[in-house]
């Protein structure tokens, strides 16, 4: 079956493996699903990640954070849909949780957490609000 949409396939994957307080997932791999584990292992959401090649397309490993059986991540969110795309202004860009969560941006420079998208003065398309 055909996945329509992977980011939200896996934010699903992630926040449903949160709920059952599973060790590691796995998600199917792509360049930019790769990016985004990237800024939340950079922003301590989750500890790691890596790229199995057992399959033709591969996939990602994720190992979750949790801390004394709570997870790291307490919400996760899909902003821009397949259906709905939502783009910001470098002035628009928005503060989850007023700085205490991050916002993952899809930028002209490539795929940004919302600080590095304000501090090159740039907008884009919002993917996903984690905190």
């Known amino acids: 079956m055909a996945v329509l949409d992977p980011v939200a396939n896996m934010l699903t994957i992630i926040r449903n493996a949160l709920k059952v307080r599973k060790e590691t997932v796995d998600v199917p791999a792509s360049k930019m699903i790769e990016k985004i584990l990237a800024i939340f292992k950079k922003d301590g959401y989750i500890e790691d990640y890596r790229l199995l090649k057992d399959q033709k397309q591969g996939v990602l490993k ?59 003065k740039i907008g884009g398309e919002v993917l996903c609000y984690i905190w």
């Open 62 to 120: 994720i190992f979750l954070k949790y801390d004394n059986r709570t997870p790291a991540i307490s919400g996760i969110q899909r902003i821009s849909k397949s259906g709905l795309r939502v783009y910001v202004q470098n002035d628009e860009i928005p503060r989850v949780l007023s700085g205490m969560g991050t916002a993952v941006i899809s930028t002209s420079k490539g795929i940004l957490d919302d600080r590095e998208a304000r501090k090159l």
